[in-house]
C-alpha cells in the first residue's frame, strides 16, 4: 500500500499557480509579447515642465503625434521594423516595435497653444510652457466686526 499524503484543499495549489502565471503575465518585465514602451524623463525649467522621450532612429513627422486632449498630455506613434528581411530567424532581439501611448495629467488651463515639441538625435522634448504657477502667497483678511464695537461704546 502506498502512503500520499493528504492534501485537505487541493485545489487552492491550483489556483495559486494560476493566480502566480496570471500576475507574471500581467505585471512581468519584458515579456517577448511586450510592445515599444519609449522612456521618459519630466524636469521642471522654471515655470515650464519638460519631458524628453528616448525615440531613437523613428521618423516622428510620420510616425509620432504630440495633442492635448481632455486636461492629457497625449504621446503616441508607432515604431517600425522597417529592416525585417523575409526568412530571416532572429537569434535574440532586445529591440522593441509597436506603437505606444502615454499619458501626462495637464494642469488646469493649459492647452496646445503652451506645447511646443522637438526632436533631436534621437531624442523627443515636449516644452509645456507656464505648467508651474507660483504657489499664492497667505493674504491677511480684515474682520469686519459690526455688533462688538457698539456693545463696548454702550457699557
Given at each position: 500500500m502506498?502512503?500520499?499524503?493528504w492534501?485537505?484543499f487541493?485545489q487552492?495549489?491550483?489556483?495559486d499557480?494560476?493566480?502566480?502565471?496570471m500576475?507574471?503575465r500581467?505585471?512581468?518585465?519584458?515579456?517577448t509579447?511586450?510592445?515599444?514602451?519609449?522612456?521618459?524623463e519630466?524636469l521642471?525649467?522654471?515655470?515650464?515642465?519638460v519631458?524628453?522621450l528616448e525615440l531613437p532612429?523613428m521618423?516622428v513627422?510620420?510616425?509620432?503625434?504630440?495633442?492635448?486632449?481632455k486636461?492629457r498630455?497625449v504621446?503616441?506613434?508607432e515604431?517600425?521594423?522597417?529592416?525585417a528581411?523575409e526568412?530571416?530567424?532572429y537569434l535574440?532581439r532586445?529591440?522593441?516595435?509597436?506603437?505606444?501611448?502615454r499619458e501626462?495629467?495637464?494642469?488646469?488651463?493649459?492647452?496646445a497653444?503652451?506645447v511646443d515639441?522637438?526632436y533631436?538625435?534621437g531624442?523627443l522634448e515636449?516644452?509645456?510652457?507656464?505648467?508651474i504657477q507660483?504657489?499664492?502667497q497667505?493674504q491677511q483678511?480684515?474682520?469686519?466686526a459690526?455688533?462688538?464695537?457698539q456693545?463696548?461704546?454702550?457699557?
Amino acid at each position: 500500500m502506498a502512503i500520499t499524503r493528504w492534501d485537505p484543499f487541493p485545489q487552492l495549489a491550483r489556483f495559486d499557480r494560476e493566480f502566480d502565471d496570471m500576475i507574471r503575465r500581467g505585471f512581468g518585465t519584458q515579456s517577448t509579447r511586450a510592445g515599444f514602451v519609449p522612456p521618459v524623463e519630466v524636469l521642471r525649467r522654471e515655470s515650464d515642465v519638460v519631458l524628453r522621450l528616448e525615440l531613437p532612429g523613428m521618423d516622428v513627422e510620420r510616425d509620432v503625434e504630440v495633442e492635448v486632449d481632455k486636461g492629457r498630455l497625449v504621446i503616441k506613434g508607432e515604431r517600425r521594423d522597417e529592416r525585417a528581411e523575409e526568412g530571416t530567424a532572429y537569434l535574440l532581439r532586445e529591440l522593441r516595435y509597436g506603437s505606444f501611448r502615454r499619458e501626462f495629467a495637464l494642469p488646469e488651463g493649459v492647452t496646445a497653444e503652451n506645447v511646443d515639441a522637438s526632436y533631436d538625435s534621437g531624442m523627443l522634448e515636449v516644452v509645456v510652457r507656464d505648467a508651474i504657477q507660483p504657489e499664492p502667497q497667505p493674504q491677511q483678511v480684515k474682520i469686519n466686526a459690526r455688533g462688538t464695537s457698539q456693545a463696548i461704546e454702550a457699557s
